[in-house]
């Protein structure tokens, strides 16, 4: 049985003669996201979105102030993605993409810089796999210095909602142990996601990436914007220690979602959309 989000209908708005924006498969566009951390211990940060003339998402920028100043420009045109980070306006690293016919990523090499002589130097290489057995999709992480072991992560769908099962691999013997657990207690709520991004990836990407540098690789963008079509189309519910309220306007437009601890009930963090109008 599926667990319900809590839906907080609140007429925060007038009625608007603007009209939000729809792409050609009848999804509500985003512009913007902020997400604001309850304890302030870590920065705020936004997320922009940029569109081509599809209406599709073909651009992505994050940026936070804090400590650092922290942006990431992530974009796809002409079959191919890219991505760059900053930090402090410096470059930080840098990520090759390989697609596939349909445009998503097949292969994404994560370049780390070495602090020390500012050089780049290959930290890890995720492969997407479209056609993993009764998988949606595998993603396997090997680090560069270590040929042995690797992660493979399967995004399994049921009843059209995205799941993470996780195995550790032995690539000299050739072995690889059975999946274990979903994605850590998540459960989707019964309200459709009409938006065209996966919010979920905002609370804790199914690829283990929640928007931050301090955990960068497998990049949580790609799934955010739907470029490996996988977004679930409920709305999710609860995450492991964590559940979603969802700030409803009168229109129908999720406004906000309130991540609350369950233990306590206490905000963690909140995200504010805006859509395109």
Known sequence: MKHIASLLLIFLLPFSAHAIKLNQRGEKMVSQVNVVHADGKR??????????TAMDINLMEFERKGVNHEIAKIGRGNGEIWRQDYVDGNKFGHYIFKTDSHGRPKQMQWF?????NGNDYLNSTFTYDYNYQDYTLSITHIYADDKEAGLRELVCVDNGNA?????VMNLQKG??????ANCRGM???DTINDLNIDLQQL??????VGGRFDIPANSNFVFL???TNTKSKNLIGVLDKFRMEYIIDINGNVKQVVVKWRSTNEIRNTISITYVE
């Open 203 to 208: 609370v804790c990407g199914y690829c283990r």
């Open 43 to 52: 920065a705020p940060y936004s997320i922009k979105f940029g569109y081509d």
């Open 225 to 227: 914007a739907n470029w």
């Open 163 to 167: 799941y993470m099962l996780k195995s």
């Open 112 to 116: 780390d810089r070495n602090l020390l």
């Open 175 to 180: 072995t690889e142990s059975k999946p274990f």
């Open 187 to 189: 459960a989707y709520s």
